[in-house]
């Protein structure tokens, strides 16, 4: 059984950093594409990054140059580091595990992330 944890998430002012972790168990990390996505109150969930299996990645135009996504596969453990964070971003972000074999997607809890003075 796949399960996934998001922490991290928090209260932080524009400009700030904020480090998101998503532990995984059930799964073996390199047989899935990883991915952060997010959703703002009135809006749909949009995908924010994503890790591929086979290592690379990508960003939604928005916060490249800002977020990076990193995996441990030892710590079965992704990442979102997310820094010059602005009000825009603010969304509960979710962790989104993707099985590279059947296309069969795996959602965490999520995870409220507020930029805010």
């Known amino acids: 059984q796949v399960q996934l944890v998001e922490s991290g998430g928090g209260l932080v002012q524009p400009g700030g950093s904020l480090r998101l972790s998503c532990a995984a168990s059930g799964i073996i990390l390199s047989n899935y594409n990883m991915g952060w996505y997010r959703q703002a109150p009135g809006k749909q969930r949009e995908l924010v990054a994503r890790?591929?299996?086979?290592?690379?990645?990508n960003y939604a135009d928005s916060v490249k140059g800002r977020f990076t996504i990193s995996r441990d596969n030892a710590k079965i453990t992704v990442y979102l580091q997310m820094n010059s964070l602005e009000a825009e971003d603010t969304a509960v972000y979710y962790c989104?595990?993707?099985?590279?074999?059947?296309?069969?997607?795996?959602w965490g809890q999520g995870t409220q992330v507020t930029v805010s003075s």
């Open positions: 989104n595990a993707q099985n590279r074999l059947t296309g069969y997607n795996n």
């Open positions: 890790s591929i299996g086979g290592g690379s990645t």
